[in-house]
């Protein structure tokens, strides 16, 4: 590594570690300050007056001094063959870039070059039934033949399936950890942990050997919708994580699908609720290339470019509002009936919306979430 290029990776795992900072803060920092490195050269009363940061988060940063496990981090990961990718780097990912909490720092394996402009996660329960593992490899197979990553979590199960049928046709899988990006969990997986670093890419947030802990899950599962077009989900019961990634889909304006399933098996009932609150049910890969493909041709709608306007600079109305507006289309007066307002009300905040960005009108009067 160039010691100007391991410097800049010093202070941005550094950066990163500061307690209270986050992914949100860590961006806003940069985007205020440029380099980690001069964050930290920044003094208190310079960094104090960011908006957000404040006192307790600017004496966080003055007194960091950790830097000897960040030292001994980056040692680690070299000793075992991690990569590291950070944010404001040009091979980040743009979908993942452009998310509202992207992560500052990933450790990868296998070759970002492999990855394709379009990519769609699949994700679902991890005790599927028949029916469950034949759509997955039903559709997942086609998307990889297509040209498009297939992305999930390597969990047991549905996520799996997923990889696996992408792996079968020769297309590109990428596996985004709850632990570190050398750790295989579950063991079971070890040979597919394998089959995926050689031919596509695994991810992680996490620090290198870090467990597999049960907070990690919901909060990888924003980076496997953050990577891709639209989410994919087969089986998947109440409260499944599979759903807390359809939520994040969601809310990153970002397509979710659901394949239908039996009426009989609680492990339909998440799909269920997401084609009731809008989700499109499908049953092949075509249906999902027809909605996602469209974004990547020549001339469409670059769904991933960074809005040009903070949340905290809008109107009440329209944080509000925008709480309300989904990936899916709803029409002004289903958000009307949502906020419980009057129909004049949305309207005034659906332009305001419109005009900085962040929504998209669409025919019959409906509109979508496009970014965060």
């Known amino acids: 590594m160039e010691p100007n290029r391991k410097e800049h990776v010093r202070a941005s795992l ?18 205020a300050f440029g380099g980690p490195a001069d964050v930290f050269a920044k003094n208190f009363d310079d960094l104090a ?51 509202y909490d992207p992560p500052p720092v990933l450790y990868y394996k296998g070759a970002l070059d492999r990855l394709p402009a379009l990519a769609l996660a699949a994700v679902g329960t991890r005790r599927p039934s028949d029916y469950g593992e034949r759509a997955t490899a039903y559709i997942c197979e086609p998307l990889a ?44 997986n070890k040979s597919l942990y394998l089959d995926i670093c050689a031919s596509g890419v695994v991810f992680s947030e996490f620090s290198p050997s870090a467990r597999p802990e049960a907070q990690n899950f919901p909060r990888r599962n924003r980076i496997i919708s953050g990577l891709a077009a639209g989410v994919l989900v087969v089986e998947a019961g109440e409260g499944s994580g599979a759903l807390i990634t359809a939520t994040h889909a969601a809310d990153q304006g970002r397509e979710v699908f659901a394949v239908p399933g039996s009426i009989f098996s609680p492990s339909s009932d998440g799909c269920r609720r997401l084609i009731a609150g809008g989700a499109k049910p499908v049953g092949s890969a075509q249906e999902i290339l027809e909605e996602i493909a469209p974004q990547y041709e020549a001339g469409a709608r670059r769904p991933f470019a960074a809005p040009s306007v903070a949340l905290e600079s809008l109107g009440a109305d329209e944080q509000e509002l925008l709480k309300h507006v989904a990936g899916e289309p709803l029409t002004a007066d289903e958000l009307a009936a949502r906020a419980g307002w009057d129909p004049a009300r949305a309207a005034a905040a659906l332009l305001a919306l419109e005009i900085v960005g962040l929504v998209e009108k669409l025919p019959g009067n409906s509109y979508r979430r496009i970014y965060l």
């Open 14 to 31: 550094a950066l990163a570690r500061v307690p209270g900072i986050g992914s949100v803060y860590f961006q806003r920092l940069l985007e």
């Open 49 to 99: 007056a960011l908006e957000g940061i404040g006192g307790e988060r600017a004496r966080a940063i003055i007194s960091f001094d950790a830097w000897k496990h960040v030292d001994e981090e980056m040692a680690r990961a070299e000793e075992l063959g991690l990569n590291l990718l950070l944010w404001g780097d040009d091979d980040y990912p743009e979908p993942l870039a452009a998310i």
């Open 145 to 188: 033949e297509a040209g498009a990553a297939v992305v999930s979590g390597m969990a047991r199960g549905i996520d799996a399936c997923a990889h696996r049928a992408a792996l079968k046709v020769g297309g590109v899988t990428v596996a985004v950890l709850g632990c570190g990006a050398d750790v295989v969990y579950p063991p079971e």
